[in-house]
């Protein structure tokens, strides 16, 4: 059984930098696709970024294009995100998810292992 684990956020002021972890345990996350959505209080768990398992495919919402980046250490058994130039929007619970079938997807519901979450908080 595979359990995420995600760590590194915390509260930052607009314009600044944070960059999440997930590593993973009990099990090797290398077929898997991944990704990193978020949830806010009172909305629905949003895709921010994704990527393949080898790390060569990756895809982003809209609005963190430019400003996250996805990445993945295959070693580690850990994907990253960076998150630069954070705006107050960005606020959120940031969840990893991993996907068993190495398929791109942004909806939630197709993937089958789900971290805990780590807060985000970015203040104007």
């Known amino acids: 059984q595979v359990q995420l684990v995600e760590s590194g956020g915390g509260s930052v002021q607009a314009g600044g930098s944070l960059r999440l972890s997930c590593a993973a345990s009990?099990?090797?996350?290398?077929?898997?696709?991944m990704a990193w959505f978020r949830q806010a209080p009172g909305k629905e768990r949003e895709f921010r970024a994704g990527?393949?398992?080898?790390?060569?495919?990756?895809d982003y919402e809209d609005s963190v294009k430019g400003r996250f980046t996805i990445s993945r250490d295959i070693d580690k058994n850990t994907v990253y995100l960076q998150m630069n130039s954070l705006k107050p929007e960005d606020t959120a619970v940031y969840y990893c998810?991993?996907?068993?079938?190495?398929?791109?997807?942004?909806?939630?519901?197709?993937?089958?292992?789900w971290g805990q979450g780590t807060q985000v908080t970015v203040s104007s």
């Open positions: 998810a991993a996907r068993r079938l190495n398929i791109r997807s942004r909806v939630a519901a197709q993937y089958f292992y």
């Open positions: 009990g099990g090797t996350i290398s077929t898997y696709y």
């Open positions: 990527i393949s398992a080898t790390g060569g495919s990756t």
